[in-house]
């Protein structure tokens, strides 16, 4: 349509020519066939910019459902680390991140979601949570562009959407944007399908990081208080004059005769028991 749109012009020009050797009274004919002659070029220029925009448009979308094809490859192979076996979490495609730098300015927003840990852990672990945050992105991708902005809000609404859709509290923006600078290292305010999906999870790992940690020092305490029972359970106190070394099997035996010399006022007061 545009070759044919050209051809025109190009017939118009000729007509133009030709009418310049006319006599004045067609002067008129001429200024209305220039007119529609600079219409058409106008019409022409547009046509080639929609087309452009058109084929652009085009290429942004082939790019974003390669980029998506990418992403679910990567879903597919990816085998999210367990709670509690390392406070660093590698995603393979960039820096490994430590949790601990990014739970400070959580505190407030883990307390809320205490009462979520059981059941998170389990949506963290089985990766039904990276899976749900893909589906969500390509929701809030509302260009189809295979990225989302922060400065357009589209980041905000999609770590909004993921942690609404399992009832949790949503951090507030300044907390969300803490952890958001810690995936966008170039400083361009635009992350693609799998940054964005990581940065779900890190948001979620990190809420209840603190509570794991807590949770890790019971378990060894209770640990701890078992052996404890065993030990008193087997160990037989010696007899007072038997020997003035203690042994209590976990360390070496304790001479007691290197003790007695700061407590004789302690002995003498306790004399009568």
């Known amino acids: 349509m545009l070759q044919d749109l050209d051809k025109g012009i190009n017939r118009l020009k000729d007509m133009v020519t030709n009418l310049s050797s006319m006599p004045s009274d067609l002067h008129s004919l001429k200024d209305e066939v220039e007119q529609l002659a600079n219409i058409s070029r ?21 790019i974003a459902l390669e980029g998506y094809g990418l992403v679910e490859e990567w879903l597919s192979s990816y085998r999210p680390p367990r709670f509690g076996q390392s406070h660093v979490v590698d995603y393979s495609f960039r820096a490994p991140i430590d949790l601990r730098l990014l739970t400070a300015s959580l505190k407030g927003v883990a307390l ?39 400065n357009n809000g589209e980041t905000k609404e999609f770590i909004t959407k993921v942690l609404s859709k399992y009832s949790m509290f949503v951090p507030s923006e300044s907390q969300i944007y803490e952890i958001y600078k810690t995936f966008d290292a170039d400083g361009s305010h ?9 940065l779900a999870d890190t948001i979620v790992r990190a809420i209840f990081l603190e509570q794991n940690t807590k949770s890790s020092i019971g378990s060894i305490a209770l640990e701890g208080y078992g052996l404890v029972e065993e030990w008193l359970s087997s160990y037989r106190p010696p007899r007072f004059g038997q020997s003035h070394v203690v042994d209590y099997s976990f360390r070496a035996p304790i001479d007691l005769r290197l003790l007695t010399a700061s407590l004789k006022g302690v002995a003498l007061q306790n004399a009568h028991h």
């Open 42 to 62: 106008r019409s022409l220029r547009d046509g080639h910019a929609q087309l452009r925009v058109q084929r652009s448009e085009s290429l942004k979308g082939s």
């Open 112 to 150: 809320q979601n205490a009462h979520h840990r059981a059941r998170m852990l389990q949506v963290v672990e089985s990766g039904e949570l990276m899976k749900e945050a893909y589906r969500l992105f390509r929701e809030c991708d509302h260009n189809g562009s295979g990225a989302l902005t922060w």
């Open 190 to 198: 635009s992350l693609d399908a799998r940054e964005c999906i990581c």
